[in-house]
Structures are given as structure tokens and as C-alpha cells.
């Protein structure tokens, strides 16, 4: 199987160069549409400012290119912030994949901190993304903007609100959380991403 | 809502583990990478690895180190010891680390913290304060807790976090090594007075210190080295030890 990592002033590629690795894929990092086009899966990892990393997306007219993807693709992090409409933080415009705005975390009590870090469970997980998820899982997630409960919204997680966890839309598949960074349950959901036939329905 | 973590900390001397009693004393404890995976199959939710001797001798960080723990292990960790400028963190995320600590530089040098937090984000940048109570209160120290200095630990901590720092982690020196519990009045005040995380750091002796800490020290994460790498506390019953007592963790 051949997986793409879009690669662009995104921190933090090689978590999810190393996850893949450890489950026997050898990724390639490209920004290259030709390469990206002809990859069976497309990992589009994030972390980083919004703007900056929009701006960086734009430069090799990226935006257009993973809009235009027709296999299975994952954003993660900022690559799942990415992939709505617009973000709150830096106030830009972003891939417009899910027609859905990014909001900053408000905290109503102190111990609400921001960014959010760390281990915290999903439920009302769908999709073959989460084949066999049958109560609440932690996973790791890190972040100060979250994408609020919608239409596409395929895993809920709950800090200061319910929000979404994970999306999903036709061959897109995003996570706010790190599957990469999320130990064994985390690996089951990049497997499932991989391995499950059900992705490349779009199911 | 987020649970409370639990960190063994590897102390990193010549590519293996130690572990001293007041910063002293150093004894092995094993592979770092060995004992990193060991953890995260047992259900650490992150780990840091501090390469103890870098700040005091001037040494670089421990890059091959970082890239093997970075390949093997699925759950998040942090690096730290020996980062003094921006190449430094560039370096140590790069090898595939998720989060880097700054001490000594960054007491040294506060603007430094704004610099990580603005290239790659205040999540990357942990402050790490080693502080002892001394006659004029909390009192920051320097290289590994070798060098008194005249910042107070709640001054210090504030700064930290106005200028970016991501998370505080606050090694009490009077209760490090001692195993009698953490410095849960401090901590406490800390997470009262910062809105971003607390990691406590020093003192863990038994499955009690850590209950204590999470609830009267209102840690977000606590931080532990030699009851780990010894086996006195196993983490799983430690994680169920805390679910009875009402304390969400991940089990």
C-alpha cells in the first residue's frame, strides 16, 4: 500500500512517519499533486498556527490539490481544522472540505485550561474509522480551537463543550485528536484507516 | 473532560537511565528506550526523558536517543536538558519529539520561551522550575539544582507562563528523592495562579503522594522516576488505585 504525507510547514510529520512505520507502511512525505494523486491513502498531519500553516498549504496550491483528492485522506490536529471552512485562530479562511467554522476554546471555570492537553475518551464513535470501538476510548489530543458537534461530526469528545472529535465526509476522514500519539487505540484507528475496506466506500 | 496523567520521567546520563536522591547519588536503571515502551504498555500517558548532565556540562542533547524513542513508542513525550536556543528545539522535534523542557536557559534567557511558543507553539514548550523553600521562600535553582538563583518560584512560574510556556513542571528539591509526598501547597497555589497545566515533580513514595497531588495539589500530572524504574509502584494498579478513589485516569 502506498500512503502520501502531505508535506508542508506542519510540526511534527515524523510522529505519524514513525506510527505508520511501526505498522510495516513506508510513507512518503510529498507536496507534490502527482504523487499525492496516485497514493492509495493521504495522511494530511497538522500542528502549528492556522494562518501560518494555510499560507504554507497555499504557496504549492495544496488547498486545491487535497480538495480535489478522491481516496481515502486523514487530517489530523490542525490538518482536521484545516480541511472546515474557516478557523478563529488567525482568522482565515481555510480547505472548506467540511462546511464547518473552527472556534477558540472559551473557558468558563480556571481549572478549564487552554491549551487542551492531554487524554481524554471519545464516544459516539461512527464509521469504519472506528470499527470496533464499542465504549469510550482515550485518546491524545492537544489543542487550543476545536470544531464544534455538526452534521459531519463521526466522534465527540467533551472539554468545556461537546465537540467534535473526528469528521467525516464522502473520502474524508479527520481527527482533532493523534491517532499517531494515542497508543494502542490510536493504532487501531490508523489501521482501520489502512486496512478497512469500508474506507474506500467512504463508509 | 481531560485525565489526570501519569509520567514516568528517565533520567538520561550517557545514553542510560538514572535516577539519584536529591540530585545526587545516581544509581542505573536501565535502557531508555526499553524502559520507555515497558511504561506506555503499561499505561503511562507520557513520558520524559532529561538528559540530567547536558545543562551542566554544555552538552548538546541526545539526538540518536530522541529518534529511537521517537520510532518505538506510541504515546506522547517530552525531551529536555541541554536546550539553550531555537536550533536546539528544532533539533529535538525534528528527531521526533513532541514536546521539549526548558530550565536553566530559560532563566537565563526568559525571551527564549516566547521564541518556541511563537515558531512551534506554546503545546511544545515545558518550563521546568527545580525550586527549594528556603528562608526567603520558593527559590528557583539553576543546572540541575546546583546553583541557587534570586527568582522566586511563583514570579518565575507566572512569567512562564505569560511569555508562552505551555505547561509548568515544578520539581520541588525539598521533597525530591524523599518519597514523602509532593509539595501540594505549592502546587497548588501554582495551578491557582497559571492557566496552563501543573506537572508535579518530586517526592512520590507511594500510590497515596499521587491521590494527594491531584486533589490537594490540583496537579494536571504527576511526574515520577525511581518508584517507577524500581517497581515499588506498578503503574496499572496505581491507575486503578486512582479510579477508586474517584480520580479520572486513563485506564
Same mark, same amino acid.
Given at each position: ?9 506542519? &510540526? ?33 498531519? &497538522?500542528? /502549528? ?40 485562530? /488567525? ?40 470499527? &470496533? ?68 466506500? &467512504?463508509? | ?26 544509581? !542505573? ?25 547536558? *545543562? @551542566? ?18 504515546? =506522547? ?18 528527531? $521526533?519529539?513532541?514536546?521539549? !523542557?526548558?530550565? !536553566?536557559?530559560?532563566? +537565563? ?16 514548550? #515545558? ?18 539544582? +546546583?546553583?541557587?538563583?534570586?527568582? $522566586? ?21 525539598? @521533597?525530591?528523592? #524523599? ?17 496552563? =497545566?501543573?506537572?508535579? !515533580?518530586? $517526592? ?6 499521587? +491521590? ?6 490540583? *496537579? ?5 522516576? *525511581?518508584?517507577? @524504574? ?5 503503574? =496499572? ?5 486512582? @479510579? ?5 485516569? +486513563?485506564?
Amino acid at each position: 500500500m502506498k500512503v502520501a504525507i502531505v508535506d508542508y510547514n506542519a &510540526g511534527n510529520i515524523y510522529s505519524v512517519v514513525h506510527a505508520l512505520k511501526r505498522l510495516g507502511i513506508d510513507p512518503v512525505l510529498t507536496n507534490s499533486a502527482e504523487e499525492l494523486s496516485k497514493a492509495d491513502r493521504v495522511i494530511f498531519p &497538522g500542528q /502549528g498556527h492556522a494562518r501560518t500553516t494555510m499560507t504554507s498549504l497555499k504557496e504549492h496550491r495544496l488547498d486545491e490539490i487535497i480538495k480535489g483528492l478522491k481516496q481515502p485522506v486523514l487530517g489530523i490536529c490542525v490538518g482536521q481544522q484545516l480541511m472546515c471552512r474557516h478557523s478563529e485562530e /488567525g482568522d482565515v479562511d481555510c480547505v472548506g472540505i467540511f462546511d464547518v467554522d473552527v472556534k477558540r476554546f472559551c473557558p468558563t471555570r480556571h481549572d478549564e485550561k487552554v491549551p487542551c492537553m492531554g487524554w481524554n475518551d471519545i464516544r459516539n464513535t461512527k464509521t469504519a474509522l472506528f470499527c &470496533g470501538f464499542d465504549k469510550p476510548e482515550f485518546v491524545y489530543f492537544v489543542h487550543s480551537y476545536y470544531v464544534p458537534t455538526c452534521q459531519w461530526t463521526i466522534a465527540e469528545s467533551d472539554y468545556i463543550q461537546p465537540y467534535s472529535a473526528a469528521l467525516h465526509k464522502d473520502n474524508f476522514y479527520a481527527t482533532q485528536f493523534h491517532p499517531e500519539k494515542s497508543g494502542s487505540v490510536g493504532e487501531r484507528i490508523l489501521k482501520n484507516f489502512l486496512n478497512n475496506n469500508d474506507i474506500e466506500k &467512504g463508509l | 473532560m481531560l485525565a489526570k496523567r501519569i509520567i514516568p520521567c528517565l533520567d538520561i546520563k550517557n545514553g542510560e537511565t538514572v535516577k539519584g536522591t536529591n540530585f545526587v547519588n545516581l544509581r !542505573s536503571a536501565g535502557d531508555p528506550v526499553e524502559l520507555g515502551r515497558a511504561y506506555s504498555e503499561q499505561g503511562a500517558d507520557e513520558l520524559v526523558y532529561l538528559d540530567i548532565t547536558a *545543562s @551542566h556540562e554544555g552538552r548538546k542533547t541526545f539526538t540518536d536517543l530522541v529518534q529511537r524513542v521517537a520510532a518505538n513508542i506510541n504515546i =506522547p513525550f517530552t525531551v529536555g536538558g541541554g536546550i539553550n536556543e531555537l536550533c536546539d528545539v528544532d533539533r529535538m522535534l525534528n528527531a $521526533g519529539a513532541d514536546k521539549i !523542557s526548558i530550565n !536553566s536557559a530559560a532563566i +537565563r534567557r526568559p525571551e527564549l520561551i516566547d521564541e518556541i511558543a511563537n515558531s512551534f507553539g506554546s503545546q511544545v514548550c #515545558v518550563v521546568a522550575i527545580d525550586a527549594k523553600l528556603t528562608e526567603n521562600g520558593w527559590k528557583c535553582y539553576l543546572n540541575g539544582g +546546583r546553583l541557587e538563583t534570586e527568582r $522566586g518560584l511563583f514570579e518565575w512560574a507566572k512569567e512562564a507562563c505569560d511569555r508562552g510556556a505551555g505547561e509548568i513542571l515544578f520539581t520541588s528539591m525539598n @521533597h525530591d528523592g #524523599v518519597k514523602a509526598g509532593f509539595a501540594d501547597e505549592a502546587l497548588a497555589q501554582l495551578s491557582d495562579e497559571l492557566s496552563i =497545566p501543573v506537572i508535579a !515533580s518530586g $517526592g512520590a513514595g507511594k500510590k497515596e503522594h499521587f +491521590r494527594d497531588t491531584f486533589i490537594n495539589g490540583k *496537579s494536571d500530572a504527576a511526574l515520577a522516576a *525511581s518508584v517507577f @524504574h524500581f517497581g515499588e509502584i506498578s503503574i =496499572p494498579e496505581l491507575k486503578q488505585y486512582l @479510579h477508586s478513589e474517584g480520580i479520572n485516569v +486513563r485506564i
